[in-house]
């Protein structure tokens, strides 16, 4: 279920990366708590994002859920698929509903994220003892 | 208690089935130290007809009989009794927010149809259910401006009611924002000149009211330009609507701030009014205040809800784009209705009487020796006209003849002494108007 | 084939139903040269706009105004008005919203000649009979409140707020040199407060509650220090309880020269009984549509006067009013006030509507703060076998259930709430105070007589049960409105905020 060549944060945010660049967005168990997402909102291209730092925000009808960049960088691309169809980060949340698209600005970071099995495991004790 | 629907007995039923002795059980909560032993020291209980005499009595210690020529933001029009009628619907005066959207479809409808109102008005794209008045509506449309650019400084027209202006300060002062003020010509509009200098790549907004406080039409295409050019926003404050029935909209604006008050609603002695934030769609997310959205329901029904609600507090809370919680909704739906029974020949029809009522005044002033019109732009039903003494001493005099007279501008603009800014709307009569010029000829033609 | 019988109640699907219940907008019904109201001939020389006003300013004609006659005025918003809710009708046990019963006298009196048709700008001298009115009201809010002074011009219970924190902030920064930085705000709060907190340029902290649900005291000492300028309190708490430890927590705050400010929003439980002067706070607001019965009119207008003690008097919004030798004046003049919050002073209308509830009742208002307690004791005691109670302490004029044990069957608060409709009650608050997740937050109010209430709590029981036998029932409630669940994903992505007329044909 969830991407094994995927990093993830505790919020729920994914990374894949490919060399000095990284794809951004949320999971699918972040969608699924949210509901049907009606905007999401981004940050401009070549604004820095920071570990830890919320970059954006994702709205449903009720609430607004602020989105945590994952690792340090650069925002190269964002998603404008999002802009007309929000519902696109409802459906595909790993795939076309990414966010953002950054340069990393170090690497490293992103070894102290959790693999796939982790955040499974993460997201399993969540939910037994919710 | 005639608001209380219940009897002793009831209490005495409802107070065994919770289990206590008595009602003093249910504030044990409250230290002992906090629980009142005497009754409040509050007027004795009066009865509905005691009420109405109490009220009647306040009534007649006001200015019933006086003929008055004030407006400056408060204005008198005529007003429909199908207003007042409609509005005492217990369905819409006693109902709540619409937040459940299933059983307040008319609210919401009619929300719904106010925002379309506004945005025909004003010339915008996308306007909200109300604000509480003009005044924080302009406050709220220059923090908006502030949030779109994240540029923090404003330059604000001087013309700007001053009263709106002590309200923009009193927001702002905390919050980091810089107001830069910009005088008038001579014509009574907005020095292009000085404001074009003014403005900086630091500049969020330019902020004109039009009609402005003296009753001077702003130039708003050029306006406009000078604060594009340079990455601001123009917000333009309106707080005589009924002007837009003859002067054209400023479509050029980013942000209309309006207040709705001439559209129905009583001057009483100061509100509730009625104010409007009207934008461009690209800003709506921005936008303070509810707004009503059209959609469908699962059978494809047409319905109305309140929508974009994550701008709000309830949701946003220390994020939120204004506090506002509690708007004007009565008022605005008076404002609809008021609308609705004007229609467009009505409104087009009630600018261009005061049109003539405020010109017909002015040209009777100006037929005094000694007395002539301050500024020389375009108005609408406000005028400034200066006199050869004092304002303060002739409105002393105007009283003596149960005439209110007009606002002595210098009270606000202290190089603006022996001017007076007269309001004259359809509803003063050709009557009164003259009786007013007589006397202030009379006044006049006596020595100090 | 079989020929079916066509059943009456098919006809009319068929014929369609009457545009009462089909009422469109306004704009849809209007046809050119229709209308409905008609203004006394001009006595004056007409004046043609294009010159009066010249060529750049005039304006031709709005395109898609209303042109409809009186009686299509009259019957479209007659006919909107049915659609809705009203206390007029039942109860709106919607807590801390107290939607009382709206005295029509008040109605009546705002609408005097006299009342309504004044200035604020007249002379005041001509003006007497309006000061006064501003004055006994004021004189009946600070005996209620126990506080010593205030203002009546803020236009809401939030505009209140806002007014309140400047005057903190103005207090600090007058007799400590620097306003502070920090505003504690209970997570039970009321999202105004926040939100207020951030415009008066305070950041703000939460202060968590204790497993009672109450302010927790030992958390508030390690946090208060010389950065917190106020906290904001409600009491009775969002939960409907009164803050055992109120004044406990004025003394630390007043110890570390910070400042108490109460949301007076769930004031209907105190009046009367006891007053906030008493326990320590500084500065409050009153929510007037709310204890103080004027009309919510589907969302406003409303007044939220603040009261202050006197530490923070020299610091009142202007205009303020003053009396010398009996005559009453409002005056601009005042040193180290914080300015104005809104023109023209107070919503007047709302405060006359006030005035006149206070005088119904004079000191018996303490009887209907009885009764609102009263009644919401009542139902907690009829429903708190058959919904959870989250927490145990004793409830005031609101109490608050949760739908923890519904949710087991997958109905949850708003499904509930949904289902209320259909029985004829508008629903409870949902979902706050956030720190009860599922909440159902009820306030019946004073003006609920036994038979509503035992209605009400007919209702919620049986709902209970749908809830346990037939779920999918509640869940795709309401079923008996005009509009079922409205699509309120497809309004927010796709946002349709005005009608506009069809593009003409070409």
């Known amino acids: 279920m969830y991407p094994t060549d995927y990093r993830y944060t505790k919020d729920h945010e994914w990374i894949k990366v490919s060399g000095e660049t990284g794809t951004i967005g949320i999971t699918d168990y972040a969608q699924h708590e949210l509901g049907d997402v009606v905007f999401v909102e981004m940050p401009a291209v070549g604004a820095k994002v920071e570990a830890g730092k919320v970059f954006g925000t994702v709205e449903s009808v009720k609430a607004v859920s602020e989105i945590f960049a994952p690792v340090s960088g650069e925002v190269t691309e964002t998603n404008a698929v999002l802009t007309g169809t929000p519902e696109t980060l409802n459906s595909d949340p790993h795939g076309d509903g990414w966010l953002i698209k950054i340069k990393l600005a170090t690497p490293s970071e992103v070894s102290g994220l959790m693999d796939a099995a982790a955040y499974q495991a993460f997201i399993s004790e969540k939910e037994t003892s919710a | ?448 | 084939m079989k020929t079916e019988e066509i059943k009456p109640t098919d006809r009319i699907k068929t014929v369609g139903r009457h545009i009462s219940r089909n009422e469109g907008l306004i704009f849809e019904e209007s046809a050119p040269g229709k209308r409905a109201f008609e203004l006394p001939p001009l006595d004056v020389p007409a004046v043609d706009p294009r010159t009066a006003l010249g060529a750049d300013f005039v304006r031709d004609s709005i395109e898609g105004f209303p042109e409809v006659s009186e009686i299509e005025v009259v019957r479209h918003f007659t006919r909107l008005s049915t659609w809705n809710y009203a206390i007029d009708l039942g109860m709106y046990p919607l807590g801390s919203c107290t939607m009382k019963y709206n005295p029509r006298v008040n109605e009546f009196v705002a609408r005097l000649e006299g009342i309504a048709t004044e200035h604020p700008y007249q002379p005041q001298e001509l003006s007497q009979g309006c000061l006064k009115i501003l004055q006994l009201l004021m004189n009946c809010l600070t005996e209620i409140t126990g506080m010593d002074s205030g203002t009546l011009e803020p236009a809401a219970g939030a505009q209140g707020e806002l007014t309140g924190l400047l005057l903190i902030r103005a207090y600090l920064e007058d007799t400590q040199g620097h306003p502070r930085k920090v505003v504690l705000i209970p997570d039970s709060a009321h999202g105004t407060n926040p939100a207020t907190a951030v415009i008066a340029g305070y950041d703000v902290q939460n202060v968590p509650s204790d497993e009672r649900g109450q302010i927790d005291i030992a958390r508030l000492k390690e946090i208060v220090n010389g950065d917190v300028a106020a906290m904001m309190v409600t009491n009775p708490s969002t939960l409907g309880v009164f803050e055992q430890n109120i004044a406990e927590a004025a003394h630390i705050l007043h110890e570390h020269g910070a400042l108490l400010y109460m949301d007076g929003a769930n004031m209907n439980a105190l009046a009367g009984v006891a007053r906030p002067g008493d326990f320590g706070v500084d500065v409050m607001h009153l929510n007037l549509h709310k204890t103080f019965s004027t009309p919510h009119g589907g969302g406003g207008p409303g007044a939220g006067p603040v009261m202050v003690k006197q530490l923070l008097e020299p610091y009142l919004p202007i205009p303020v009013l003053l009396e010398k030798n009996g005559q009453l004046s409002l005056e601009n003049r005042k040193p180290k006030t914080i300015g104005r919050v809104r023109a023209f002073g107070g919503n007047f209308g709302v405060l006359v509507r006030a005035l006149a509830y206070t005088l119904a009742y004079g000191p018996g208002i303490r009887q209907a703060t009885e009764d609102a307690v009263l009644n919401a004791n009542y139902i907690r005691k009829k429903l708190e076998d058959v919904f959870d109670l989250p927490f145990n302490s004793p409830s005031m004029h609101e109490v608050v259930f949760s739908d923890a044990r519904q949710k087991k069957n997958g109905v949850n608060t708003m499904d509930i709430a949904k289902r209320l409709i259909d029985y004829g009650f508008h629903p409870y608050t949902t979902a706050f105070p956030l720190i009860v997740p599922g909440a159902m937050m009820i306030e019946p109010t004073e003006s609920e007589s036994k038979q509503e209430c035992d209605l009400f709590v007919e209702a919620m029981r049986s709902i209970a049960e749908e809830a346990a036998t037939d779920p999918e029932l509640v869940k795709h409630a309401p079923h008996s409105t005009k509009v079922g669940r409205l699509d309120e994903v497809g309004a927010a992505r796709k946002p349709v905020l005005r009608w506009k007329p069809k593009p003409k044909a070409l």
């Not at chain 2, 330059?155 to 924002?177: F, I, K």
């Not at chain 2, 009625?274 to 469908?296: C, H, N, S, W, Y």
């Not at chain 2, 002494?417 to 033609?445: N, W, Y």
């Open chain 2, 1 to 448: 208690m005639r608001y209380l629907p219940k009897s002793t007995s009831e209490r005495r039923e409802m107070l065994d089935a919770v289990g206590v002795p008595s009602i003093e059980t249910l504030f044990e909560s409250i230290p002992e130290q906090f629980r009142l032993k005497a009754p409040l020291n509050l007027p004795a209980a009066m009865s509905e007809q005691e009420i109405i005499e109490y009220f009647r009595a306040r009534s007649s210690e006001n200015s019933v009989g006086y003929t008055s020529f004030l407006g400056a933001g408060v204005y008198n029009h005529l007003r429909s009794v199908v207003t007042d009628a409609l509005i005492q619907r217990g369905e819409f005066l006693t109902s709540y927010t619409p937040y459940q959207a299933e059983i307040s479809q008319g609210t919401l409808q009619a929300i719904f149809e106010f925002q379309t109102l506004m945005c025909q008005l004003t010339g915008m794209e996308v306007a909200n259910a109300s604000m509480w008045d003009g005044s924080t509506a302009t406050t709220e449309a220059v923090l908006m401006a502030e949030r779109l650019t994240g540029r923090h400084r404003v330059v604000v027209a001087r013309s700007l009611h001053p009263e709106y202006r002590q309200v923009l300060d009193t927001y702002t002062r905390n919050l980091g924002l810089r107001i830069d003020e910009i005088g008038f010509t001579g014509s009574g509009q907005v020095d292009a000149t000085r404001l074009e200098n003014a403005l900086t790549s630091e500049t969020a907004a330019v902020v004109v009211q039009s009609p402005n406080f003296f009753g001077v039409l702003e130039q708003m295409p050029s306006l406009a330009a000078l604060a594009h050019a340079k990455g601001a926003l123009l917000v333009v404050s309106i707080s005589e609507g009924v002007s837009l029935g003859a002067v054209r909209p400023p479509a050029e604006a980013d942000i209309v701030a309006m207040e709705g008050q001439s559209f129905g609603l009583a001057p009483s002695y100061g509100g509730p009014y009625a104010g409007v934030i009207a934008t461009r769609d690209k800003f709506v997310r921005q936008m303070p205040g509810r707004l009503a959205g059209e959609t469908v329901d699962g059978n494809g029904k047409r319905g109305y809800v309140l929508t974009l609600a994550t701008r709000e507090q309830h949701i946003r809370r220390e994020k939120a784009t204004s506090n506002i919680c509690t708007n004007q909704a009565l008022c605005a739906l008076a404002v609809n209705i008021h609308l609705c029974l004007l229609g467009k020949e009505g409104l087009k029809e009630l600018a261009a009487q005061n049109l003539a009522k405020a010109r017909f005044a002015l040209d009777a002033l100006e037929k005094i020796r000694g007395v002539r019109r301050a500024f020389t732009g375009p108005f609408f039903n406000e005028f400034v006209v200066e006199f050869p003494r004092s304002v303060k001493m002739i409105n002393a005099e105007l009283l003596k003849h149960k005439i209110i007279g007009p606002l002595p501008v210098g009270s606000y603009f202290s190089e603006l002494t022996k001017r007076g800014l007269f309001c004259v709307t359809e509803t003063m009569s050709r009557a009164e108007i003259e009786r007013m010029a007589a006397a202030i000829r009379d006044i006049l033609s006596k020595p100090i």
